[in-house]
């Protein structure tokens, strides 16, 4: 299993500001993901971390908003950039051991911005 | 990618048992069939993973008929404490094993 601490729980942001979630695995983990969740929705995934290389990110999500860092295997960081009200949601960061593995997730990080 | 479709919610009451039907028609040879499931300010969970005919542990059921092109989500003897959103995901080798969530089934137990 592994534990996933995610900080912060919340924030109510300025909307033209950025913010940075960070996610603490308590193991080596191969694959980190981060999820986005809507009120009421289902996630949706906004990028793959890899481990000392660029994010790969799914359709709809840029780098330049939503610069991700890996610098280890138990460890990354999802930064909101330029924030709008419409990136008000939940981010989820989950992680998973390998193919077929069980993911596991964080309690998530919900965004308010204002 | 292969995609899924299942209800969108479900009524029950305690006590009965709970069954989750979910279509999968474009699954692919070295895909797993998992169920998470997910409380309200909380992430999704684990629930049971399965590739072809039954599988059974401590919370659920998976049964997969021989076609794997769906599966049934069984929840015996729900109570309150089961009221959630379960999501039917099929893994993609293909993509980097990213899991993509499907809209999911929101049930709600009633006394």
């Known amino acids: 299993s592994a534990v996933i601490s995610q900080k912060p729980s919340r924030d109510i942001c300025q909307r033209g500001t950025s913010l940075t979630i960070q996610c603490q695995v308590d193991s080596q983990v191969t694959m980190m993901f981060w999820y986005r969740q809507q009120p009421g929705q289902s996630l949706t995934l906004i990028a793959t971390a890899n481990q000392g290389s660029e994010a790969t990110y799914e359709s709809g999500f840029v780098i330049d908003k939503f610069p991700i860092s890996r610098p280890n295997l138990t460890f990354s960081t999802l930064t909101v950039s330029n924030m709008s009200p419409e990136d008000s949601s939940i981010y989820l960061c989950?992680?998973?051991?390998?193919?077929?593995?069980?993911?596991?997730f964080g309690q998530g990080t919900r965004l308010t911005v204002v | 990618l292969a995609k899924t479709t299942q209800p969108i919610s479900m009524d029950s009451y305690e006590g009965q048992e709970v069954n989750i039907t979910c279509s999968h028609n474009n699954i692919a040879t070295n895909d797993y069939i998992t169920w998470y499931q997910q409380f309200p300010s909380q992430g999704p969970r684990f629930i049971i993973q399965g590739y072809k005919t039954k599988v059974t542990n401590e919370v659920a059921s998976l049964f997969i008929p021989a076609d794997r092109k769906s599966s049934t989500l069984s929840l015996p003897r729900v109570s309150l404490s089961d009221t959630a959103v379960y999501y039917c995901?099929?893994?993609?080798?293909?993509?980097?094993?990213?899991?993509?969530f499907g809209g999911g089934t929101r049930v709600l137990v009633k006394p």
């Open positions: 989950s992680v998973r051991q390998g193919e077929h593995a069980e993911a596991f």
């Open positions: 995901l099929v893994g993609d080798k293909a993509a980097g094993n990213k899991l993509t």
